[in-house]
């Protein structure tokens, strides 16, 4: 409850500074930029502090609504034996009395309503490992190893130990829930914290995360710019002499947003295919923090420590006028080009997270949506110049736009780095 007071102080906090005080992104003075970075860390990490332990919060108020137990059994082999000829899965947990994350586990994770539940369809395990070394040799002439503790394993319905879903460390009954959806399907390596996110809440929403992550991009001050480009090659009211009519100027939004569906998910399928096989190195140490750093130098860009640019030579080239259809998606997926300065952060962060998970279709899906809500404002413009007229104006909006980009990506940092920070710390 501490945690989530704190949290919740520093947000309010952070929020009523950012308002008091208006940031101005342009102001290069030293005190200004840090002025307006400690304002916008201050919510980052009010939000982060919030959210975790608000979750752990929920976790223990759930907890008080029930009274089942896992029925535990302590016969190993036979139990094994039983899972084998019913055809069923199999859970073991090794702890003991010295071990604090396994107590934690047996007293947070394991009296949870939703995991007693979850893992009726299981046969239960456990086994006190207090006297280590004589536990071990035990699970040992058994075929079992275990490295430390604590210690908790999947066996498959043909009696097979299924390694990816191996537990080695106190988790909470959400994530733990995660890994049990996970049990029953043969892995060779452990989920990434990204793909048990995606597994626990569902790609829909991943989906629908980026594509709104993607119109926030399309209202940053270096995309808006290229509003009038889609007005004179897309919208305008003639073409090649004649008046356009609604289906042309259907088709020719359309082309002009599927050049940028191309391009960005082009970018995704890239991504996807060159991280294969990185997805067990993310949860490494070094690569949680690299990640962290990465994340957090991509949202000093959006508070204005640096620029992402592309040279002018190229931006003036792609922003040259060609007829046609192929031609106005050669635009399109040049105005993802030249909307790099915005849209770079995001995008950097969204393809750190497909080259983690490897996975083609994840890539897939995830960039074509943020393609899509970058495109919806291009498409609604192409499709009717009315639409122009009532856009909002540039101004001071849009850089709480930017802000709130860099306030997303400083979360999510700070959650890579207490991954890393954690496990470093544990060894």
């Given at each position: 409850m501490g945690d989530f007071l704190v949290g919740l102080a520093l947000t309010v906090g952070g929020v009523f500074c950012l308002v008091h005080w208006p940031l101005d992104l342009y102001d290069t003075a030293l005190k200004v930029r840090a002025w307006n970075t400690l304002r916008v860390l201050m919510l980052a990490v009010g939000i982060s502090l919030a959210w975790s332990s608000g979750a752990?919060?929920?976790?223990?108020?759930?907890?008080?609504?029930?009274?089942?137990?896992?029925?535990?059994?302590?016969d190993v082999e036979a139990a094994?034996?039983?899972?084998?000829?019913h055809n069923m899965p199999a859970i073991l947990d090794a702890g003991a009395e010295w071990c604090a994350a396994c107590k934690e586990l047996e007293h947070r994770t394991f009296t949870d309503p939703r995991v007693v539940e979850a893992l009726r369809r299981f046969v239960c395990i456990h086994?006190?490992?207090?006297?280590?070394?004589?536990?071990?040799?035990?699970?040992?002439?058994?075929?079992?190893?275990?490295?430390?503790?604590?210690w908790v394993a999947f066996f498959l319905p043909?009696?097979?130990l299924n390694p990816g879903v191996t537990l080695t460390d106190f988790e909470p009954p959400d994530a733990f829930l995660t890994r049990v959806e996970l049990a029953t399907t043969w892995r060779d390596r452990a989920p990434t914290p990204v793909e048990a996110w995606i597994s626990h809440y569902g790609l829909l929403l991943a989906m629908l995360l980026v594509f709104v992550a993607g119109i926030g991009v399309s209202l940053t001050p270096c995309v808006y710019p290229l509003i009038p480009i889609t007005v004179s090659v897309v919208g305008g009211s003639r073409l090649d002499g004649q008046t356009q009519t609604g289906v042309q100027?259907?088709?020719?939004?359309?082309?002009?947003?599927?050049?940028?569906?191309?391009?960005?998910?082009?970018?995704?399928?890239?991504?996807?295919?060159?991280?294969?096989?990185?997805?067990?190195?993310?949860?490494?140490?070094?690569?949680?923090?690299?990640?962290?750093?990465l994340l957090a130098a991509l949202a000093a860009s959006y508070l204005g420590f640096f620029r992402l640019d592309l040279p002018a030579g190229l931006k003036t080239r792609l922003g040259r006028r060609?007829?046609?259809?192929?031609?106005?998606?050669?635009?399109?997926?040049?105005?993802?080009?030249?909307?790099?300065?915005?849209?770079?952060?995001?995008?950097?962060?969204?393809?750190?997270?497909?080259?983690?998970?490897?996975?083609?279709?994840?890539?897939?899906?995830?960039?074509?949506?943020?393609?899509?809500?970058?495109?919806?404002l291009f498409f609604g413009i192409g499709l009717s110049t009315a639409f122009l007229s009532r856009l909002p104006r540039g101004g001071a909006w849009m850089t709480w736009v930017e802000v709130a980009f860099a306030v997303m990506l400083l979360v999510v940092a700070i959650h890579y780095g207490r991954l890393g920070a954690t496990a470093l710390w544990r060894g």
């Open positions: 752990e919060l929920l976790d223990s108020l759930g907890r008080q609504g029930g009274e089942a137990s896992i029925p535990w059994r302590g094994l034996e039983d899972a084998r000829s086994v006190d490992m207090t006297d280590f070394d004589t536990a071990q040799a035990h699970l040992k002439a058994l075929g079992i190893e275990v490295p430390s503790l604590p043909d009696g097979r100027r259907l088709w020719r939004s359309l082309a002009f947003v599927f050049g940028l569906f191309v391009t960005y998910t082009t970018l995704g399928v890239l991504s996807a295919v060159l991280g294969k096989g990185f997805g067990s190195l993310i949860q490494h140490p070094a690569v949680s923090l690299g990640f962290a750093a060609r007829g046609g259809v192929l031609g106005l998606a050669l635009i399109g997926a040049g105005t993802g080009l030249l909307a790099a300065p915005c849209a770079g952060p995001v995008v950097v962060g969204i393809l750190t997270i497909i080259s983690a998970t490897g996975d083609i279709l994840t890539g897939t899906l995830l960039m074509a949506s943020f393609a899509a809500g970058l495109g919806l």
